[in-house]
């Protein structure tokens, strides 16, 4: 069984950053990409970068340039760097590490842009 566990969201003003970090149990290398989602308030879940075991990245248009998406091996942990966040970021943020037969997602994590 595959856990994989969120941490890093909050309540940030706009223009601020934050860093989500999402770790896998077992090895990241089993996976054939790890990545990011996020449910907007009464929204559908949307992507939002993922990074695939050839470090191949797929950021969304909302927010390329904003935010970076990146890997540690070693800690089988995936980042989600996210810089001048805005209002419309306001979402539950769920990490997806996706095996070949199966996708495993984590319980997300809520991350807030007001002032």
């Not at 860093?19 to 896998?24: D, E, P, T, V």
């Not at 996976?31 to 929204?43: A, C, E, I, L, T």
């Not at 191949?56 to 810089?83: C, E, H, P």
């Amino acid at each position: 069984q595959v856990q994989v566990v969120e941490s890093g969201g909050g309540l940030v003003q706009p223009g601020g950053s934050l860093r989500l970090s999402c770790a896998a149990s077992g090895s990241i290398f089993t996976f054939v990409y790890m990545g990011w989602y996020r449910q907007p308030p009464s929204k559908p879940r949307e992507l939002v970068a993922i990074i695939t075991s050839a470090n191949r990245t797929n950021i969304a248009d909302s927010v390329k340039g904003r935010f970076t998406i990146s890997k540690d091996n070693a800690k089988n942990t995936v980042y989600l760097q996210m810089n001048n966040l805005k209002p419309e970021d306001t979402a539950v943020y769920y990490c997806l590490a996706r095996a070949p037969q199966k996708e495993n997602w984590g319980q997300g994590t809520q991350v807030t842009v007001s002032s």
